[in-house]
């Protein structure tokens, strides 16, 4: 060379063996350097996710825990119910794996129809104390009841069939004398006189405003009423004064107690101060 320097050439015996400059493996040892931060950042991030969801699993379990051992119900008070018993309402409402767990069963039945179970409309479930629940139960409202092929058909103030049943219903009178050919669930019992349903709830309401209860109220084909009250009839005729007769039948009516006859309450008047009883 011009300088008088001698460069000797170094020939590649192995043809795999590369030439590493020395930019090259800084730049390598970088690449190495970010990888592994990279690394160390994913676990970092792995192992807090891992700690928030075992702390998050951990205060749900404890939460579960402590509900259960502190809201088992041990009182029940049950309202509202007069087809089923209170035994028979707490069995319906406290069933399944947490039926006796009150938190639950307070969410659970809040406002919560019944529509598979007959004659209940909806229950409400309340917390009175961590072991005592108020179930009060909302039945659907039955102005009285026809018999029809063997069944027990309810009806409302309106005339719809609310409910068919082979139960007879404690508290709810029996209506006879009706004529219908047919029944259907949730229609309105087909009679000549539909507005015999309003005289029915007005009766029913009137006999429950002085506590008596008829076992039968009766039309005949021109729609004169006559209550029965066991073997005691009482005859009150047309609709005209229905309230004022009821009104003065509750002082009457402890004298009919086991006897046998009919109470002629069909006419009436402000000054009658007695009616005839015939005996039978």
């Known amino acids: ?31 190495d350097g970010q990888s592994e931060k990279l690394r160390f950042g994913r676990n970092k991030r792995a192992a807090i ?48 794996r947490l039926g006796h767990n009150s938190l639950f069963l307070a969410l659970k039945y809040k406002d919560k129809g019944m529509e598979d179970i007959p004659f209940i409309q909806a229950m409400d479930v309340t917390i009175e104390a961590k072991d005592t629940i108020r179930i009060t139960v909302y039945e659907k409202a039955m102005a009285g009841y026809v018999s029809y092929l063997g069944q027990y058909v309810y009806f409302d103030k309106d005339g719809i069939v609310v409910e068919t ?16 050919d047919h029944v259907i669930l949730h229609e309105a019992l087909p009679v000549e006189k539909p507005e015999v349903f309003q005289e029915i709830l007005n009766i029913t ?62 006419e009436y008047n402000e000054d009658m101060k007695s009616y005839s009883f015939e005996l039978e």
């Open 205 to 266: 309401q009137q006999l429950d405003k002085y506590s008596m209860k008829a076992d039968r109220i009766y039309f005949d084909p021109d729609y004169q009423v006559t209550l029965m009250f066991g073997d005691a009839k009482v005859a009150l005729g047309a609709d005209d004064f229905i309230d004022e007769k009821i009104m003065k039948l509750q002082y009457i009516l402890p004298g009919l107690t086991g006897k046998k006859g009919t109470l002629d309450m069909r």
């Open 1 to 31: 060379m011009a300088d008088g320097r001698t460069v000797k050439k170094v020939k590649r015996t192995n043809p795999n063996l590369r030439l590493v400059k020395n930019n090259d493996i800084d730049r390598g040892k970088r690449k």
């Open 49 to 96: 996710l891992s700690l928030s969801l075992f702390f998050v699993l951990a205060v749900l379990v404890g939460a579960y825990e402590y509900i259960v051992r502190n809201y088992t119900v041990t009182t029940v008070y049950v309202e509202g119910n007069v087809h089923y018993t209170n035994e028979e309402i707490m069995d319906m409402v406290m069933e399944g």
């Open 165 to 180: 049943s082979a139960e007879k219903t404690a508290g709810i009178p029996q209506v006879t004398g009706l004529r219908f």
